[in-house]
Structures are given as structure tokens and as C-alpha cells.
């Protein structure tokens, strides 16, 4: 199956790959406890969960952060490079992912949202360039090959993907 998430793609409306996928991926790594998480409201906020898999993988290193660990913060959500402290602290993993993902879906992923710009921010060039501090083409590059190498991973049996 070939993923097509190149800069111009939408992040919306498209599931790429499967949570056996997700969950073979990233077994035996800390993001792994979060997936099931991060799938179910990507899915729900019509988020492409393969997208929403590799920025938090990205934004985490692989879920090994401290914002991660310490404040349930998978996305890096209230944080900058000059200041990271300020990044918000969550009660449980759950709203840390929602939070973060309820924000791309209505303020960069909706029309009316604040950084949606005509669709702009709704593809993967328009949100490196609105989200990311520095390093866009990197950081598009890496969403790309994870989410890539994802959809090629042969999924878990149902009753092995939550072990």
C-alpha cells in the first residue's frame, strides 16, 4: 500500500494506517502506551492518525521527553525552543492528547480556525511552516517516513494489539 503524505496533502479526513500498524511500529518504545490514545481521537477529530502518530513521535522522541513522561504533554503543546518549561502540564495522558489534538482540528485542520489559512494549514507544508520552530523541511521529511514506514508494517492480530 503506498502512503501519499507529501506537502501538499491533507492531514484530515484520511486514515493511513491501521493501530495494528501503529502498534507494531512503536512496540516496545514509551510512545507505545499512548497510540491507542492518539488513534481513537485522531479518529474521532477526523485527524489522520499516522500523521497524528509521527508528530507526537517527533515532538516526544518516541515518548522518552519529559514534558512526556512528567507532564503528560505529547505534543509539545505550550512549549518553545527558548523556553520549554512553559509547556503545559496535564492531569493524564488522555487530556494531553485531546487538548493538543482538538486544537490542530479546530484552529489549523477547520475553515474559520485561526491558523487554517485556506486550507494551507490543513496540509503537512502548512503545518511545518505554522507549527514547527525551524526546521520545516526536516521535520515534514521525518512525517513522511515514519508515517510511510507505518502503513508497510503488517498489522497485529486484534487480540495482540493492546499486550
Not at 511500529?25 to 497510540?35: K, L
Request: charge should be negative.
Amino acid at each position: 500500500m503506498a502512503v501519499t503524505i507529501d506537502g501538499a496533502a491533507p492531514l484530515t479526513g484520511r486514515c493511513r494506517v491501521s493501530l495494528g500498524q501503529a502498534m507494531v511500529y512503536t512496540r516496545g518504545r514509551p510512545i507505545e502506551a499512548v497510540v491507542p490514545i492518539v488513534y481513537e481521537a485522531a479518529l474521532e477529530l477526523e485527524i489522520d492518525p499516522s500523521f497524528a502518530i509521527a508528530e507526537a513521535i517527533l515532538e516526544t522522541g518516541w515518548g522518552t521527553s519529559t514534558l512526556a513522561r512528567t507532564r503528560h504533554n505529547w505534543y509539545g503543546y505550550q512549549a518553545n525552543y527558548e523556553d520549554p518549561s512553559r509547556a503545559r502540564n496535564f492531569a493524564s495522558d488522555e487530556q494531553g492528547v485531546r487538548t493538543a489534538l482538538e486544537t490542530m482540528a479546530t484552529q489549523y485542520f477547520s475553515p474559520g480556525g485561526r491558523h487554517y489559512r485556506d486550507g494551507r494549514g490543513a496540509t503537512l507544508d502548512g503545518w511545518a511552516e505554522l507549527w514547527v520552530d525551524g526546521g520545516q523541511a526536516n521535520w515534514r521529511a521525518a512525517v513522511r517516513h515514519i508515517a510511510q514506514i507505518m502503513a508497510q508494517m503488517m498489522a497485529l492480530p486484534p487480540e495482540e494489539q493492546s499486550s
